[in-house]
């Protein structure tokens, strides 16, 4: 993804790119694509680039379950705000596309919540 307006060296840098927190430059994720969910969440041990480990300790990442849930309670306020408040949805339709949008988004939900924990045990060290 391009993120031209996001600078190196901020947190929302290496979240939003899914990149090593302390270097920037190393990919947390072995598959870049989000997609192919068998490898989803499979996660390099080290950056590749500065040798920071991912794997803390262990179960370290159950954290990052607590960073996914504020994602995917403002895509809900987001889902139910267009589709049954201002569109108008019957009910059951709108749980159906709330359904399908969760589970598509799913993956990169996933990875940003990881992301997002990552950065906050490891800063970013400009050498
Ligand atoms: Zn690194």
């Not at 790119?17 to 192919?36: A, I, M, R, S």
């Amino acid at each position: 993804m391009k993120f031209k307006f996001i600078k190196k060296g901020t947190k929302k840098y290496s979240v939003l790119k899914l990149k090593c927190p302390k270097c920037q430059e190393g990919d947390l994720f072995v598959d870049t694509n989000p997609y192919h969910l068998n490898r989803c969440l499979l996660m390099n041990e080290k950056c590749l680039k500065c040798n920071q480990d991912f794997q803390i300790e262990p179960g370290f990442y159950y954290g990052s379950i607590w960073m996914s849930y504020p994602i995917v309670v403002l895509i809900t306020i987001f889902v139910t705000s267009f589709f049954y408040l201002y569109l108008e949805l019957s009910l059951l339709f709108f749980i159906i596309i709330l359904a399908f949008v969760m589970l598509t988004l799913q993956p990169l939900i996933l990875r940003l919540g990881r992301a997002m924990w990552l950065n906050i045990f490891v800063r970013f060290d400009e050498k």
